[in-house]
Nanobody
């Protein structure tokens, strides 16, 4: 069993930056992926970034590539999503998740944190 908790959401102006954090606790296998997803009300949830815990290899959706960076923080079992050059289209609820396969094998989810990009 594992638990995930996101933090760092908020309101930011277009072109600005924001960093989200995901703190994981409980059983964490090095075979797992940590993924960041976002969802706009009425639309399907979208996987935007992932990192494999053991290798550190990363992947990004085309919509965020070059603007978002997923990384493991110096704090143990904490992962961040640094978001730069934010656009109004990035407004969504952001969730971190963990599981054996990304994006469809995520087994544990956080409660989400809201990001609003607006002037």
């Amino acid at each position: 069993e594992a638990q995930l908790a996101e933090s760092g959401g908020g309101l930011v102006q277009p072109g600005g930056s924001l960093t989200l954090s995901c703190a994981a606790s409980g059983y964490i296998s090095r075979n797992y992926y940590i993924g960041w997803f976002r969802q706009v009300q009425g639309k399907e949830r979208e996987g935007v970034a992932a990192i494999q815990i053991d290798s550190g290899s990363t992947s990004y959706s085309d919509s965020v590539k070059g603007r978002f960076t997923i990384a493991r923080d110096t704090a143990k079992n904490t992962w961040s999503l640094a978001m730069n050059s934010l656009e109004p289209e990035d407004t969504a609820s952001y969730y971190c998740a963990m599981g054996l396969y990304y994006p469809r094998g995520m087994q544990w989810w956080g409660e989400g944190t809201r990001v609003t990009v607006s002037s």
